[in-house]
């Protein structure tokens, strides 16, 4: 019995190996025996003899490092022989992304961000990437800034919102992170960091309410998007000035809030804002309106009113 030929094939995570078939016709089996850099041998899996020529085994996904592995053939007796063939390789796989990215300074219009460095032993760099616009895209041909240690700033940024993803790179392959996506709102003069603003209120309703006022109900849904923080009342699509202001809870739950008016008289259109903070660019833009007719005072006497007995 003699062993068997193989040889190994690197890939980014797993390592795919290539047995040729012993011509001794009484195998049951290939063991396939691994060194994990422990310089001890363990059984990796078993592989069945069934008389192919060629057998290509790919591992499961490995961690970063040098491994080193041996097949053994086992015929149907039990019998094993140990291989001194021994073929090694070398798993880059794709870097573990930095962890817990936070925003620690903004200065000179520039952010700092800091995160706990890479799991992954060998980083030569982390790469900050990040642009404006709409949607949750970050452009990844487009790297703002580089760094070798636990933080990272930006380049001079302009108004806007901005979104940023940090990745790690070991000087071959790049994490393929997208979950460490920070959302920053930049606006005012000087630029100032603010919240975005929330999604717009649901089922607004207007009534006539009694004493001649109008009476407001509209649902908040501060389970989807920023949470909002207050509602502002707007009369005749007039937007620079607030007729009144409403502070919301924090929960994230779906609110039904109702607001009345002060007494009017006649027709005034009603528009409600959210908003995520006390910054303009945190409120959001919404035009949608009722109108709402308003009787300050009580129809006037019935007249004449008369009864008559009829046959």
């Known amino acids: 019995m003699t062993s068997p030929i193989f040889t190994g094939s690197n890939y980014i995570d797993s390592v795919t190996l290539t047995i040729q078939g012993n011509i001794y016709l009484k195998l049951k089996e290939y063991k396939i025996y691994w060194d994990k850099g422990t310089g001890e041998w363990e059984l990796f899996d078993t592989v069945p003899e069934d008389g192919r020529i060629y057998y290509n085994y790919k591992t499961k996904s490995l961690d970063p490092g040098t491994y080193s592995f041996k097949i053994n053939p086992v015929d149907i007796y039990e019998n094993e022989l140990d291989s001194i063939v021994v073929k090694t390789a070398t798993i880059h796989g794709i870097p573990q992304p930095p962890t817990n990215i936070q925003i620690t300074n903004f200065q000179g219009n520039k952010i700092t961000f800091s995160y706990e460095l ?182 006037p006497e019935v007249k004449n009113f008369q009864v008559a007995v009829t046959f």
């Not at 616009?133 to 940024?157: E, K, Q, R, W, Y």
């Not at 989807?224 to 994230?252: H, P, V, W």
């Not at 660019?281 to 709402?292: A, F, I, P, R």
């Open 118 to 299: 890479s799991k992954t032993p060998i980083v030569t760099e982390y790469r900050l990437y990040g642009n404006t616009g709409t949607g949750d895209d970050v452009n990844f041909n487009n790297i703002l800034s580089t760094s070798t240690t636990s933080s990272i700033t930006t380049p001079v940024l302009s108004e806007g919102h901005w979104k940023f993803v940090i990745r790690a790179f070991d000087g071959l392959y790049e994490d393929n992170n997208i979950t460490s996506l920070t959302e920053v709102f930049l606006a005012g003069t000087p630029l100032e960091i603010v919240t975005p603003p929330p999604r717009k209120i649901v089922n607004l309703i207007g009534q006539s309410y009694q004493g001649g006022r109008a009476k407001l109900t509209f649902t908040v849904n501060n389970r989807l998007g920023y949470k909002a923080k207050y509602a502002y009342i707007y009369q005749d699509l007039n937007f620079t000035n607030k007729i009144d202001t409403i502070e919301l809870s924090a929960t994230t739950d779906i609110i039904t809030k109702t607001w009345v008016s002060e007494p009017y008289v006649g027709s005034r259109k009603w528009t409600v804002r959210l908003a995520s903070g006390t910054s303009d660019y945190s409120e959001e833009k919404n035009t949608d309106y009722v109108e709402v007719i308003a009787y300050p005072f009580p129809p």
